[in-house]
């Protein structure tokens, strides 16, 4: 609507967005979602919500919570083993689905995690920002219980990343604390709007998640004929673990086409899936190019 554009989000939108976005994740209270201009602010501001604490990272994953942590003065330390966190840990992160291997942690690890944590004041932060695919793996539904915070991100799932949206789904009195450092205003009136309109299509999410099915078994069979085994990912997107991974991302760089390589790791590279036929086919042809 034209009038998003010309007036302040008033707080019954806020309070309509809320109550979508917890009918969507299985929230079981609206009051446990605190909307925010993307789930990157989240995970900037977290470290703020805490004294200086022993902060352990599940790890390699996405690069920005090791970083906020460390920004705001905190003891951090990255994990490669969920079974083999500090005792003495106050907060731990799990990126679940993870990024950019798509390792999963199973549910009841991360519930076992959350009480162990809470016991004595601490935090399990799980950061869902890929997990509209895998919505049986999501801890949502848990939100309420203490020391339990769950990120969603919108621009993932959606493919509207420029909307600048997403949301923390925690206790009360952490989202509380959340809406006073964000300020009367957290999200603009367009995204607002948008959100509201596609968290509440299920048309659209049944038919996306078999479309990302069907493009997902396509680009498997298109890294495959090019060499390139798959070792993890998520409905959307494809880990590869290869020697070659450096030559592969420089060739397809060649041809216009950018994947995500990692230079702390030399090996790895990321694929998302082509937007739409024209893109595969541009795929296809380079990895052909590179025989």
Not at 83 to 111: E, I, W, Y
Not at 267 to 289: K, V
Request: charged share 20%; glycine share 8%.
């Amino acid at each position: 609507p034209v009038s998003v554009w010309h007036r302040l989000p008033d707080i019954g939108a806020i309070s309509t967005l809320r109550q979508t976005a917890a009918k969507r994740y299985g929230v079981r209270d609206p009051a446990f979602v605190s909307p925010a201009p993307g789930s990157q602010s989240l995970i900037q501001l977290l470290p703020r919500l805490r004294d200086k604490s022993n902060i352990v990272v599940l790890s390699p994953t996405y690069s920005e919570h090791a970083v906020a942590w460390r920004a705001e003065g905190h003891d951090v330390a990255e994990i490669s083993d969920i079974a083999s966190f500090p005792s003495h840990a106050d907060v731990v992160v799990v990126t679940n689905p993870n990024n950019p291997d798509g390792r999963m942690v199973p549910c009841s690890t991360l519930r076992d995690l959350a009480g162990e944590l809470a016991a004595r004041g601490g935090w399990l932060i799980v950061d869902e920002a890929f997990a509209d695919t895998q919505p049986e793996a999501s801890l949502a539904g848990d939100v309420g219980r203490q020391g339990l915070i769950v990120l969603r991100s919108f621009g993932k799932f959606y493919g509207l990343a420029g909307l600048r949206l997403g949301f923390a789904l925690a206790p009360k009195r952490i989202g509380e604390e959340i809406s006073v450092k964000l300020g009367p205003w957290p999200v603009a009136g367009p995204a607002i709007a948008i959100a509201g309109e596609a968290l509440a299509d299920e048309t659209w999410h049944t038919e996306t998640r078999l479309h990302l099915a069907e493009a997902i078994k396509r680009l498997d069979n298109l890294l495959g004929r090019a060499g390139l085994a798959v070792s993890g990912g998520t409905p959307l997107f494809r880990f590869v673990n290869d020697p070659r991974s450096a030559s592969v991302f420089e060739a397809l760089g060649r041809s216009g086409i950018l994947v995500r390589h990692f230079t702390e790791q030399q090996n790895w590279l990321r694929f998302g899936i082509p937007e739409d036929e024209a893109a595969f086919l541009r795929l296809a042809r380079a990895f052909d190019r590179m025989d």
